[in-house]
């Protein structure tokens, strides 16, 4: 079945760079995009950018200075890369899967503080 | 950038009760290929969101009948019927015809 996991540091210092990964099972990454999405504490959802089916990558552009978004698609594993974090970079980082749309499969969120 | 605009912020139902949310957008979601790509998620409490509708008003694989979703343009609505427990959570609305994706900003439903 159709899996997505994230895994990163739970605590992240200021100023410093958050690396996650998102390894997927039941797909192809070569055949669906994969999308990260973030979530402040209490607050609503925000689209961070995508790894495309063929490689290619788009950013939310108020991100796009501080992320990368590669993969690995012998590890069935897409990355992100944000520098300079700051305290309102905390919340929950969520991978999903698009395909004809947005979002049809979630991983369970990885919970990021940035604190020192 | 889309803005997506849902209302209302909270609402409150009674067990086996009807009730709509809309999401409005800044701007026709039409893409260039003809589709419309809004969809609708749940975010229940402590969980991820998950998909519930798609397309406009294709649900996804496993959502019962009781979500049904409608609108065209810039104007969409969730309808869930005969609401249940397992309902109460998050709901958002989600734009993907247009990067940067954009959500709205939640309605919360809590059961009476």
């Known amino acids: 079945q159709v899996q997505l996991k994230e895994s990163g540091p739970g605590l992240v210092q200021p100023s410093q760079t958050l690396s996650l990964t998102c390894t997927v099972s039941g797909f192809s990454l070569t055949s669906y995009n994969v999308h990260w999405v973030r979530q402040p504490p209490g607050k609503g959802l925000e689209w961070m950018g995508r790894m495309r089916y063929n490689g290619d990558t788009s950013y939310n552009s108020a991100l796009k200075s501080r992320l990368s978004i590669s993969r690995d698609t012998s590890k069935n594993q897409v990355f992100l890369k944000m520098n300079s974090l700051q305290t309102d970079d905390t919340g929950t980082y969520y991978c999903t899967r698009g395909s004809t749309t947005v979002g049809d499969y979630w991983g369970q969120g990885v919970m990021v503080t940035v604190s020192s | 950038d889309v803005v997506m605009t849902q209302t209302p912020v909270s609402l409150s139902v009674s067990l086996g009760g009807q009730v709509s949310i809309s999401c409005r957008s800044s701007?026709?979601?039409?893409?260039?290929?003809?589709?419309?790509?809004l969809s609708w998620y749940l975010q229940k409490p402590g969980q991820s969101p998950q998909l519930l509708i798609y397309k406009v008003s294709n649900r996804f694989s496993g959502i019962s009948d009781r979500f049904s979703g409608s609108g065209s343009g810039t104007d969409f609505t969730l309808k869930i019927s005969r609401v249940e427990p397992d309902d109460l959570g998050v709901y958002y609305c989600g734009q993907g015809t247009q990067y940067p994706l954009t959500f709205g900003s939640g309605t919360k439903l809590e059961i009476k």
């Open positions: 701007q026709s979601l039409v893409h260039n290929n003809g589709n419309t790509y």
